[in-house]
């Protein structure tokens, strides 16, 4: 497992081996002030833990007290080419930057804004993705390739460096999942700073969560990677439930885990339905288990041994059980009922 360097976001830690912490990034305009207030709320409510808003202006600046006034989590301010609304940022109270120090201008600019963020102790995300590659770097490498990424990367982290600020998060997105992954693999290789996973432009909702649990998931699963953004082209609650169950998928995080069966001709029972009636009801639940809902009783208690607690159905009746062993026998129509009460007891 690679350990980073940790780099606190606010009150939030990421990198050195901390908790793998869930973003998301606001999606109102930015001259919607309650409206990107109210998503931030929300946001919060679905479990984010880094929130992350751009600031396109002047103006935007003022998003940062309001968000933060109204919710608990750290801020990160989003920046494109303007220095000065880096510094504004950093000064109005934002946890952490994100820019590319390569694209705001002089190595003076770039020492205003390290200089403000340490002085704040505000880290910097430096962002790279396939459209921010130097051009230098794609004649280099004949294209926004794995190895035109890491690089990039790396040389905006030197000119940070180079005026001693080194409180940094390093992200590499691409829509290409390969290139994602062989990316993040090379700059994981060449530095400590903690990385920010995260396929971007990765599509709808369907598509998204596909290339983003191949993308995210396969680093995580090698120990690369410190906190992470599922990018949905959907509402952004959406991608921090994709986040979270992402990591309770890989056992990186606690919670509830429905496991079922796809269901063949043996099912006496609408178990589609069931499945996800439990999983609507137990979406606020904080208890660490393993859930088994299986279709009959071939794929119940045997299969499903290793669950913590699981209903089987059957022809009229179904079976409830714990780690294997059935506990009692239920009708049809109570098994959910049943089942949920167990749950409440557990």
């Given at each position: 497992?690679?350990?980073?360097?940790?780099?606190?976001?606010?009150?939030?830690?990421?990198?050195?081996?901390?908790?793998?912490?869930?973003?998301?990034?606001?999606?109102?305009?930015?001259?919607?002030?309650?409206?990107?207030?109210?998503?931030?709320?929300?946001?919060?409510?679905?479990?984010?833990?880094?929130?992350?808003?751009?600031?396109?202006?002047?103006?935007?600046?003022?998003?940062?007290?309001?968000?933060?006034?109204?919710?608990?989590?750290?801020?990160?301010?989003?920046?494109?080419?303007?220095?000065?609304?880096?510094?504004?940022?950093?000064?109005?109270?934002?946890?952490?930057?994100?820019?590319?120090?390569?694209?705001?201008?002089?190595?003076?600019?770039?020492?205003?804004?390290?200089?403000?963020?340490?002085?704040?102790?505000?880290?910097?995300?430096?962002?790279?993705?396939?459209?921010?590659?130097?051009?230098?770097?794609?004649?280099?490498?004949?294209?926004?390739?794995?190895?035109?990424?890491?690089?990039?990367?790396?040389?905006?982290?030197?000119?940070?460096?180079?005026?001693?600020?080194?409180?940094?998060?390093?992200?590499?997105?691409?829509?290409?999942?390969?290139?994602?992954?062989?990316?993040?693999?090379?700059?994981?290789?060449?530095?400590?700073?903690?990385?920010?996973?995260?396929?971007?432009?990765?599509?709808?909702?369907?598509?998204?969560?596909?290339?983003?649990?191949?993308?995210?998931?396969?680093?995580?699963?090698?120990?690369?990677?410190?906190?992470?953004?599922?990018?949905?082209?959907?509402?952004?609650?959406?991608?921090?439930?994709?986040?979270?169950?992402?990591?309770?998928a890989l056992s990186l995080r606690e919670g509830i885990r429905i496991v079922s069966c796809p269901t063949c001709g043996r099912t006496r029972i609408d178990l589609i339905s069931i499945v996800n009636e439990v999983e609507k009801r137990l979406a606020g639940c904080t208890k660490?288990?393993?859930?088994?809902?299986?279709?009959c009783a071939v794929n119940g208690p045997g299969e499903a041994r290793e669950a913590d607690i699981g209903i089987a159905g059957g022809d009229g009746v179904g079976l409830l059980f714990k780690k294997g062993k059935i506990m009692k026998r239920v009708p049809e129509e109570q098994?959910?009922?049943?089942?949920?009460?167990?749950?409440?007891?557990?």
């Amino acid at each position: 497992m690679r350990i980073s360097k940790t780099v606190h976001v606010g009150s939030v830690a990421v990198g050195g081996g901390a908790k793998i912490t869930v973003q998301s990034m606001l999606s109102r305009p930015s001259a919607d002030l309650s409206g990107n207030v109210s998503q931030a709320k929300a946001l919060e409510k679905a479990g984010c833990e880094i929130l992350r808003v751009a600031v396109p202006d002047a103006e935007s600046v003022a998003l940062i007290p309001a968000i933060k006034q109204s919710v608990n989590i750290p801020l990160v301010a989003d920046i494109h080419f303007d220095y000065r609304l880096a510094l504004a940022s950093a000064e109005a109270g934002a946890d952490a930057i994100r820019i590319n120090p390569g694209n705001i201008g002089s190595d003076e600019r770039v020492r205003e804004v390290a200089a403000a963020c340490a002085d704040r102790k505000v880290p910097i995300r430096i962002g790279v993705n396939s459209g921010s590659i130097e051009k230098e770097l794609l004649e280099k490498y004949g294209g926004p390739t794995p190895q035109a990424l890491a690089e990039s990367a790396l040389r905006h982290a030197s000119l940070l460096e180079k005026f001693q600020f080194d409180d940094i998060v390093i992200s590499i997105k691409s829509s290409d999942v390969n290139h994602m992954i062989q990316a993040n693999e090379l700059i994981a290789e060449q530095c400590d700073y903690p990385l920010h996973l995260g396929v971007t432009e990765a599509g709808s909702e369907r598509m998204g969560l596909i290339k983003s649990s191949i993308g995210i998931g396969s680093l995580l699963q090698r120990g690369i990677g410190d906190t992470i953004r599922v990018s949905l082209t959907a509402d952004p609650v959406r991608e921090i439930e994709a986040g979270i169950d992402l990591l309770k998928a890989l056992s990186l995080r606690e919670g509830i885990r429905i496991v079922s069966c796809p269901t063949c001709g043996r099912t006496r029972i609408d178990l589609i339905s069931i499945v996800n009636e439990v999983e609507k009801r137990l979406a606020g639940c904080t208890k660490d288990l393993t859930i088994a809902l299986m279709g009959c009783a071939v794929n119940g208690p045997g299969e499903a041994r290793e669950a913590d607690i699981g209903i089987a159905g059957g022809d009229g009746v179904g079976l409830l059980f714990k780690k294997g062993k059935i506990m009692k026998r239920v009708p049809e129509e109570q098994l959910v009922e049943t089942l949920l009460r167990e749950i409440e007891q557990m």
